[in-house]
């Protein structure tokens, strides 16, 4: 039995099964606030500008970027490893909370599954542009063909980062769209419209709810689920090679790989926390999304802060304690005082400090503080990309070679355009897509009334 | 050959008067031909005794997907275009490693998404052959095919009707 009040209750109100599937249906059903549609103008703008500086790029070349010779991998590869951390919480919500049975997730993981989806795909425009020539993306491919040595080096990073950014991108989207199977269902079979009934009626793939489709999708969950907890440990292990792999001082460790892990899945929950206070305050979904849900996901990110924390001193230990010149030249010359101190303080102060005003339950159960907070979070990590990138290229073991980056308009603009992308796509979430899972909120709402108790066996049956 | 299904349908409010139904339904020897709930409920994945091998086709897809993803590596590095760099050998396995887990999770995914949609009929724009329209919003719902279910009409209504079925009625289908 789950242990309500360990959790605090799950569901607020005493809610029928059809008064779930109504509440959570109500943004699919009723009319579109304007301030829907004002923020969708705004992230197509975004857009907009992002697609130009596409453009520019795809037209004039990487030259219209600030990375030079010495910082070869600006904004680009920063945002790109910022959005597929982001990325993460979609399937550390529905995976790892599904493997420790944790029943809060049902009313969030819904949400950050779209929310990877999303994120991934804004990721993986940043090497693709990257390329230079993104019109020869299909080299990366290995497939037999008559191009010189015919293989992609199947030993370099890169490669595997390919492998592994596509692979997720299918995997978390064919979770999230399996998921929601069931709860198209229930749309196809509650609305009025005709039109509603016919699109979602595709979509919901002819689910009536039988035992035996609920059978094997149980057992697709149970496939699906096992296998993607190894992905997501895996991808990010593999973007950190990107980096450990090389020579560059304040890369080469073998501290990346869990660094980087669990910083993506610090940075996922923190932007879950962010569109879930909005869900809660926009779309009045307080009582599905509970002070208990935010609480609960608080308590997560206060813990990982303390292991981001960590992995930030024994960095700056190891760089001291290996006695390797370059090593301390890049923490303690470079990071923590001289031309980046801003960036590595940003980011120590808002992922390892900040985080732990969590310890107090007046501020977890602050919508407000929480929303900044988690919004800080965001800001926190991607100066932590920007340190790892930036930092470690601009001064590397040859003085001749030091170079400074600023980025230019057309970087700012892309990574803007990525930005509106997500929120867009997120906008676009809200208003077609039931924002909670309702097929699994309705399986745990028995765990959250005591009214239904004189019903189980074994007690009194009032109907005999 | 469309054959008209007669079907005896029992309607319930709750997960808990529905189990108590099908367990005493199933304990008098009635067939029960499919039960439609809004969640899944594992006591009737259970007592329907159906079973599902996904997990290992699953397993099964695993172990083609890794065999051919290593296999092909070791073509391409070795037989098709060996190169050479720095005298390393050609079977560069441990760096093959990365590849190999992550495109046979691909794989199996992949594969086993296509089973589950083949075994269970469930794919894009496929009607739904629905017989009580609330099973996916808020009732529970046993149906019995009035030729099999081995037990006459008024004593299974009085059976679910004196556990808690809101409803009990008969209906008959084109479908099947």
Same mark, same amino acid.
């Given at each position: ?180 199977? =069931? ?73 990346? =790989? ?207 | ?23 005493? $339904? ?41 065999? $051919? ?58 009607? $739904? ?48």
């Amino acid at each position: 039995m789950y242990k309500t009040d360990v959790r605090g209750k799950l569901i607020d109100g005493e809610k029928s099964l059809s008064q779930i599937s109504q509440e959570i249906l109500e943004p699919i059903n009723g009319k579109t606030p304007k301030w829907w549609y004002a923020a969708m103008g705004v992230s197509l703008a975004m857009f907009a500008w992002g697609a130009y500086s596409i453009f520019l790029t795809l037209t004039q070349g990487v030259g219209t970027w600030g990375v030079n010779n010495t910082v070869g991998w600006g904004w680009a590869i920063i945002n790109f490893v910022w959005w597929i951390g982001i990325g993460h919480a979609g399937t550390a919500f529905s995976i790892f909370l599904l493997i420790l049975r944790q029943k809060w997730r049902t009313a969030i993981n819904r949400a950050a599954e779209a929310m990877t989806v999303v994120a991934v795909f804004a990721a993986a425009l940043f090497p693709l542009m990257h390329m230079g020539r993104p019109w020869l993306f299909f080299f990366v491919f290995p497939y037999p063909n008559t191009r010189g040595p015919l293989w992609v080096n199947f030993n370099s990073p890169l490669f595997w980062d390919f492998v592994a950014i596509s692979a997720y991108l299918l995997i978390s989207a064919s979770f999230w769209y399996f998921g929601m199977v =069931p709860d198209f269902a229930t749309i196809r079979d509650t609305t009025k419209s005709k039109i509603k009934k016919a699109v979602y009626g595709f979509f919901a793939f002819g689910w009536t709810g039988s035992s035996r489709e609920w059978l094997r999708y149980e057992g697709l969950a149970f496939v699906l689920g096992g296998i993607a907890a190894v992905l997501v440990v895996s991808v990010h292990s593999i973007v950190s090679t990107d980096f450990a792999v090389s020579v560059e001082p304040g890369w080469h460790t073998t501290l990346f =790989p869990p660094y980087f892990v669990v910083g993506a899945i610090f940075s996922g929950f923190a932007m879950v926390l962010t569109l879930v206070t909005l869900m809660k305050k926009l779309y009045k979904m307080g009582d599905f999304i509970t002070e208990n849900h935010v609480d609960a996901v608080c308590r997560v990110l206060v813990f990982v802060s303390l292991i981001m924390g960590t992995a930030y001193i024994t960095e700056i230990f190891i760089a001291w304690y290996s006695g390797s010149e370059y090593e301390m030249f890049t923490f303690f010359k470079n990071r923590i005082t001289g031309d980046y101190a801003f960036q590595f303080w940003a980011m120590f102060i808002f992922n390892a400090v900040v985080p732990q005003l969590f310890w107090f339950r007046r501020i977890r159960r602050n919508m407000w503080i929480v929303f900044t907070i988690s919004i800080l979070i965001n800001i926190g990590m991607w100066f932590e990309r920007f340190n790892i990138v930036v930092t470690s290229l601009s001064k590397n073991y040859l003085p001749a070679n030091w170079a400074s980056y600023t980025p230019t308009l057309v970087e700012i603009g892309f990574f803007i355009g990525t930005i509106g992308m997500f929120s867009a796509g997120v906008l676009l979430f809200f208003r077609y897509i039931p924002q909670i899972a309702i097929s699994e909120v309705k399986m745990i709402s028995k765990y959250n009334t005591q009214q239904t108790d004189h019903l189980k066996p074994g007690h009194h049956h009032d109907y005999e | 050959m469309i054959t008209n299904k007669k079907y005896l349908v029992g309607v319930f409010d709750n997960e808990h008067t529905l189990k108590d139904a099908f367990q005493k $339904a199933l304990d008098k020897g009635v067939v029960i031909e499919e039960v439609y709930t809004p969640y899944p409920i594992h006591e009737i994945l259970h007592g329907m005794k159906n079973k599902t091998h996904i997990t290992h086709a699953a397993f099964f897809f695993g172990l083609i997907g890794v065999t $051919a993803i290593i296999g092909g590596m070791y073509y391409a590095a070795v037989i098709d275009w060996p190169l050479l760099f720095g005298g390393k050998p050609f079977n560069t396995f441990p760096s093959f490693i990365v590849v190999s887990i992550v495109a046979t999770i691909l794989t199996i995914t992949i594969l086993t998404l296509l089973t589950f949609s083949i075994r269970s009929k469930i794919y894009p724009g496929k009607t $739904a052959d629905i017989i009580d329209i609330r099973a996916t919003d808020d009732k529970f719902i046993i149906v019995l095919d009035q030729d099999k279910m081995g037990i006459e009409i008024p004593a299974v209504t009085q059976l679910f009707q004196s556990n808690g079925a809101s409803e009990v009625y008969e209906k008959e289908s084109t479908s099947n």
